[in-house]
């Protein structure tokens, strides 16, 4: 079965500086891998996917995510971090045999101003 | 504007009582489904549908039902044989493509068993 995996579940960073959130994935066959974004008692909103073509995937409100198939990874960066960035954010990945997406566990950031 | 309306926001819940969330979208999407967030958990997937009169179980099905007659309405019941269902439900909606597919969310409704 597919499966992300988020190994932090918080990260800290200074407003200003760089802020990544990591994800590795375990597929068979091509990853359809996704990034969204949930503010506290909302929905979750969509920031990015990767499907096929650049590795350099670029999203909503300045985010961007990089796809390393040799790493397995597809890691959520943002070059200067906001305070309204703080946010839970969720990596998942889509099972193309039965179109389900297996959503990480989340990682909250937290930018320090 | 097209998006997914779930409702109520919150509801509360004595024990023993079966409870239905509603979700309306106008997206015009085949597929739906629903999610349960706990904290520290991620979101688990209940149960989807990927056409009209059709729904499939989740991982964590046991205790919860859904009807899908219409294309535009998935509600959600939360029975009484549901153990612990205090929680945090959301709804969502996608294009039945395996190459495009990302899910729009509703806002969610909480559930408190009291």
């Known amino acids: 079965a597919q499966s992300v995996a988020q190994p932090e579940d918080q990260v800290n960073v200074a407003e200003g500086n760089p802020l990544t959130v990591k994800c590795t994935y375990s597929?068979?066959?091509?990853?359809?891998l996704f990034w969204y974004v949930q503010y506290p008692n909302r929905g979750l909103q969509f920031l990015l996917k990767?499907?096929?073509?650049?590795?350099l995937v670029k999203g909503s409100y300045g985010f961007e995510a990089e796809f390393n198939k040799s790493q397995t990874s597809f890691h959520l960066k943002k070059p200067s971090a906001l305070v309204s960035d703080s946010a839970l954010y969720f990596c998942?990945?889509?099972?193309?045999?039965?179109?389900?997406?297996?959503f990480g566990k989340g990682n909250q950031v937290v930018v320090i101003p | 504007d097209g998006g997914i309306t779930q409702s109520p926001k919150y509801l509360f819940r004595k024990e023993g009582q079966n409870v239905t969330l509603s979700c309306e979208q106008n997206?015009?999407?085949?597929?739906m489904y629903w999610y349960r967030q706990d904290p520290g958990q991620g979101l688990r997937l209940i149960y989807y549908?990927?056409?009209?009169?059709?729904?499939q179980k989740g991982d964590i099905a046991e205790g919860y039902s859904v009807s899908r007659e219409k294309k535009e309405s998935f509600p959600l019941t939360v029975t009484s044989a549901q153990k612990n269902p205090t929680a945090f439900y959301l709804c969502?909606?996608?294009?039945?493509?395996?190459?495009?597919?990302?899910?729009?969310f509703g806002e969610g409704s909480r559930l408190t068993v009291l």
């Open positions: 969502a909606s996608s294009i039945d493509r395996p190459d495009t597919g990302e899910l729009f």
């Open positions: 597929v068979s066959g091509n990853p359809y």
């Open positions: 990767y499907i096929t073509g650049d590795n």
């Open positions: 998942a990945v889509r099972d193309t045999w039965n179109n389900r997406l297996a």
């Open positions: 997206l015009n999407h085949d597929a």
């Open positions: 549908s990927q056409i009209v009169n059709d729904f």
